[in-house]
């Protein structure tokens, strides 16, 4: 069992930056694979960033690569998300998520575990 809880979200204007952290309960986080995932009002849930066990792979939407990076320190248990170049599109409620299976971990489906969810929103 994992516990996922999101932080670091907020207001910011657009242009700016924002970090957000995920911390995992549990001795076995180095297992499993992370993920970012965000909803917006009226949306469907969408992929943003996930990283691998080791953290050697990353994959990003192609809507935020180049502006977001993913990263993790699982000697922390915690993953995180950079998010630079913000954009109003951008504002969402972000969720982390964690798997211990193999797979795309492009699709929520995929995933196990959930945290609540961190606000971000983009002012113009």
Do not use: H
């Amino acid at each position: 069992q994992v516990q996922l809880v999101e932080s670091g979200g907020g207001l910011v204007q657009a242009g700016g930056s924002l970090r957000l952290s995920c911390a995992a309960s549990g001795r076995t986080f180095s297992r499993y694979a992370m993920g970012w995932f965000r909803q917006a009002p009226g949306k469907e849930r969408e992929f943003v960033a996930a990283i691998s066990w080791s953290g050697g792979s990353t994959y990003y939407a192609d809507s935020v690569k180049g502006r977001f990076t993913i990263s993790r320190d699982n000697a922390k248990n915690t993953v995180y998300l950079q998010m630079n170049s913000l954009k109003p599109g951008d504002t969402a409620v972000y969720y982390c998520a964690g798997t211990g299976y193999g797979g795309t971990w492009l699709r929520a489906m995929e995933y196990d575990y959930w945290g609540q969810g961190t606000q971000v929103t983009v002012s113009s």
